[in-house]
């Protein structure tokens, strides 16, 4: 079920010989995507996994079920999407499709055929197998310490050297679980925001890593808490239902830095050159501060240095 050929005995090929069409295979299954070409290739960050198919084509119509399964099986954690080549030959002519059904996954500017069984089950472990593996195991004394400085870089005293790049969110989001591993919902959040948030789970048996953040102490797990500014004390803990549609909302509040950059501890002595331009813009800026005229690193740092003096009050600078 790769990008070749098409299947023996009902499959069939978009130059040869087509039967009528039989009606939309997925009219009954709203958790079936129908993507367009302004949506292929994907931009959201999240993992889409899309079969070609032919409304006539047999294999096609016995897939069917086990396509209306994955996606109600992988909501949450991958889009699973359906293109009619019938109705838009152009798209499918696009990605290279010979034979129905074809099965493509789209994964960080990549496209992954699939060539395996077809079953339910089959394609779920194909589609989870895709996730990126983006989530830091929170685990020993320097666990946390390690996660809050992808977050927050010079700002952590004393902490590790960050393992990734450092989120532009200047975030942290921590899971806090009795599970062995990190839930595919977890790391398909995490890949979707790869370089944006850090992302991280202290597994069963390592609850111990958090012990002494004192806003986690006492909550029944599993617990979800988001970190800024590479601060151990969390800026706020979650208390919405893990779906994967609520934690992206509230995720997404951290979006540009603006959260974390209100969320930072600043007094006039702090050491304001340790920030990165783009959090001393934002501090700045939620701290009522203009600066028009700043260009250089210097400049923002003497004007948010001012707003400080000032008891950060609002002014025109």
């Known amino acids: 079920m790769g990008g070749g050929g098409g299947f023996p005995g009902g499959g069939g090929f978009p130059g040869g ?23 292929l290739p994907p931009t959201d960050g999240k993992v889409h996994v899309v079969e070609f198919y032919a409304p006539w084509c047999g294999h096609c119509r016995s897939m ?5 399964k994955l996606a109600t099986a992988l909501k949450g954690v991958a889009v699973v999407g359906a293109v009619d080549c019938d109705a838009d030959k152009g798209l499918c002519a696009k990605y290279g499709v010979q034979g129905y059904p ?15 069984a077809r079953s339910a089950v089959a394609l779920r472990d194909w589609a989870l197998s895709l996730l990126p593996n983006v989530v830091s195991t929170v685990e020993g004394k320097d666990g946390l ?24 969110w200047h975030a942290a989001a921590l899971l806090v679980t009795d599970k062995d591993a990190p839930p595919p919902m977890w790391k398909a959040l995490a890949g979707q925001f790869a370089g944006r948030v850090a992302f991280g789970v202290a597994l069963k048996g390592g609850r111990d890593t958090t012990k002494n953040v004192a806003a986690l102490k006492g909550k029944p797990l599993p617990i979800v808490a988001a970190f800024c ?40 002595t702090t050491d304001l050159t340790a920030l990165r331009v783009p959090q001393l813009k934002a501090a700045l800026a939620e701290r009522g501060g203009r600066c028009p005229e700043c260009v250089e690193k210097g400049d923002y740092v003497a004007a948010l240095r001012a707003v400080l003096q000032q008891g950060g009050g609002r002014s025109e600078l």
């Open 17 to 39: 010989h087509q039967q009528q069409s039989s009606g939309d295979l997925f009219a009954d299954a709203p958790a079936v995507t129908r993507p367009t070409a302004a949506d």
């Open 229 to 268: 500014n590479g601060d151990p004390d969390p800026v706020e803990v979650y208390g919405g239902a893990l779906k994967a549609s609520n934690l992206e909302s509230w995720l997404f509040k951290f979006a540009n830095g603006r959260k974390c950059a209100a969320a930072l501890k600043l007094t006039p």
């Open 102 to 116: 074809t099965v493509k996954a789209f994964v960080g500017g990549r496209v992954v055929d699939h060539a395996g």
């Open 145 to 168: 310490a390690r996660l809050l400085a992808r977050a927050g870089g010079p700002l952590v005293k004393g902490a590790p050297p960050p393992r990734a790049k450092a989120a532009t």
């Open 64 to 68: 069917a079920p086990a396509w209306k």
